[in-house]
């Protein structure tokens, strides 16, 4: 038993460590994604080691480790529950002509479930659809939203990178980009809110390291980071959104905020778990909104399954500048642009 605990408990610490190193390989960078599962095992193995006794400094350095590790575990995922300060203020009366509501779902290209997703996005009823993973075939089932959302961009794959965005307010020089990787495309435009002003949209999915795809997190980074000096170049209301492949908690998800400026509306609401939507107990939140402080948040959902292993997710926004004065930009300093130039260079030489 004493040794079942001390081999299980040196996996979980470092598993806790190894994420605080900068290495961006794939089997370091991977366990930035289970961190509550993590800190559960460290839970029940240093309960089990306290109920067994603790004698000798032996013991007692493990006993501290596996609790060090718990609180560097709790210190990570701490914003983004409702103890946390809320980031992004609530909307208390939102004006009908300046929201902005979005649906962004995973679908999982070789998932054929389609109604369900249907029914679940005229439930929503977003002013814009974000659907990922999409192949012609999927962009045939979605064709029926061609005629409620007019406005569109598509670009399927079959590669499981495939993009489709539907709008019913008007998209102003839309765009697809390649920002990194050949096969890997990202949308960009400007929507027009029923008030007349505009938002800038910039719809993202990287691949994620892992063996499978890529052996490395910098190609996801850098897509991410081009983005995010982008929109400080340009300063405008903005919102980035979809499947980043990057967990809320994670040191490059930091770096975005603080390199781009945007907010997270999860930060003291919840983690808005959406994957691994098939198994209850493994779960990340990798489905993202990030917008400007000049919005306000009115409704945040994560909604039904429809078969993918990704649940899609409902946010909806009230544009509001004044907003800004009481919703601090994040802002990076020196060090942060450093190595988001690194990483950038590294990935696109």
Request: charged share 20%.
């Amino acid at each position: 038993m004493e040794t079942a605990l001390l081999i299980v408990g040196g996996v979980m610490v470092a598993a806790t460590l190894l994420p605080l190193l900068r290495f961006e390989a794939w089997w370091i960078r991977v366990f930035d994604f289970p961190r509550l599962q993590i800190s559960f095992v460290l839970l029940i193995v240093a309960a089990a080691r306290a109920a067994l006794g603790v004698q000798g400094i032996a013991e007692t350095s493990f006993l501290l480790a596996l609790l060090a590790s718990l609180g560097l575990q709790a210190r990570r995922m701490y914003p983004y529950t409702r103890l946390a300060r809320k980031e992004v203020e609530q909307c208390a009366e939102p004006k009908p002509g300046s929201t902005l509501s979005l649906l962004s779902a995973n679908v999982l290209q070789s998932n054929h479930q389609a109604e369900r997703l249907k029914d679940i996005i005229r439930e929503a009823d977003p002013d814009l659809i974000l659907a990922l993973e999409t192949d012609t075939w999927w962009q045939g089932q979605l064709k029926e939203f061609a005629l409620s959302h007019p406005h569109q961009v598509h670009q399927p794959q079959d590669n499981t990178y495939g993009m489709l965005l539907y709008s019913r307010l008007e998209l102003q020089e839309p765009s697809v980009a390649f920002l990194v990787e050949e096969g890997v495309p990202s949308i960009h435009a400007r929507v027009r809110l029923r008030s007349g002003q505009t938002v800038q949209l910039h719809c993202m999915h990287p691949r994620p390291p892992s063996p499978t795809e890529n052996d490395r997190s910098t190609e996801r980074d850098a897509e991410m980071l081009i983005v995010g000096r982008e929109i400080k170049r340009n300063p405008s209301p903005v919102v980035v959104f979809g499947d980043l492949n990057d967990v809320a908690w994670s040191h490059t998800n930091d770096l975005f905020k603080q390199i781009s400026g945007l907010l997270d509306p999860r930060v003291g609401r919840g983690f808005f778990n959406t994957f691994n939507a098939k198994h209850r107990l493994i779960r990340f939140p990798l489905d993202h909104f990030f917008h400007s402080n000049d919005f306000r948040l009115v409704a945040f959902q994560r909604l039904g399954f429809f078969g993918s292993d990704h649940f899609p997710v409902f946010i909806e926004l009230s544009l509001e500048p004044q907003a800004a004065h009481t919703q601090e930009e994040p802002q990076a300093d020196a060090a942060e642009h450093n190595e988001a130039s690194e990483k950038i260079e590294e990935a696109t030489r």
